[in-house]
């Protein structure tokens, strides 16, 4: 109808000729840019939202919101989280549609270590469709704990093997080790991660993962960003 959908962040995901987007929404927010080009207000609240938009072709007025994700209202671990950078893929090995979400000042964030509650985790969802319903499936497990964990992306091979892709967040980590990207790879269900495989760069964040790899000469790509708002690599 004409209107600017609020779904920012996120991932798409093609399935049977149907796009996914799973996204952020923001709410009503006037960006002033006021620390490193954004405003803190805005895009990063307990209000947020987790939803999951559909599209056949991308195009502008041919998107439909379809779900949304761990509402406000049933948030399993009070109001007061608040969620960002979701993230969704399809398990093989379940059948199950997974979304993760950042999320910070959870207390079931606990597992990070000494750095939470108030530190910074990944939450997950799953689902038997992208457009629900979708039931909360606990605290993300990962290898990289004992610090804040930020950005992340999670990259599905063309085998159907999940990988991850965080940030070692955000000062508290050894000197050495804030803002590396770690690569981790995933359970088959994708809500836990097995083995941890190789710490990539410093000083990045808002990771992005491209590509499927196919035969030894076809590689896979990361993308990063520079910790601050519109500076990217």
Not at 10 to 23: C, D, E, I, K, S
């Amino acid at each position: 109808d004409g209107h600017i959908i609020d779904a920012h962040d996120g991932n798409y995901v093609l399935a049977n000729g149907t796009w996914w987007y799973f996204a952020m929404g923001y709410g009503l927010c006037n960006d002033t840019g006021t620390v490193n080009g954004c405003n803190p207000a805005c895009g990063y609240s307990a209000a947020n939202t987790v939803g999951v938009w559909s599209s056949p072709d991308l195009s502008n007025d041919n998107w439909t919101k379809r779900a949304e994700v761990l509402r406000y209202s049933d948030r399993p671990n009070g109001t007061n989280c608040t969620y960002f950078r979701s993230h969704g893929a399809f398990s093989r090995s379940t059948g199950k549609w997974v979304v993760w979400v950042n999320a910070v000042n959870c207390p079931a964030l606990n597992h990070y270590g000494p750095n939470g509650p108030n530190g910074a985790g990944y939450l997950a969802a799953t689902a038997d469709h992208p457009a629900g319903p979708w039931s909360y499936a606990g605290v993300v497990k990962t290898k990289t704990v004992d610090t804040r964990l930020g950005d992340m992306d999670i990259f599905v091979d063309g085998d159907g093997t999940g990988y991850a892709i965080l940030t070692r967040c955000c000062g508290v980590a050894p000197k050495e080790d804030d803002r590396r990207m770690v690569v981790e790879k995933l359970s088959p269900d994708f809500l836990s991660v097995s083995t941890v495989l190789v710490v990539v760069v410093a000083e990045t964040s808002h990771p992005r993962v491209f590509g499927h790899v196919q035969s030894p000469d076809v590689r896979p790509y990361a993308f990063a960003a520079l910790p601050f708002c519109r500076l990217f690599l």
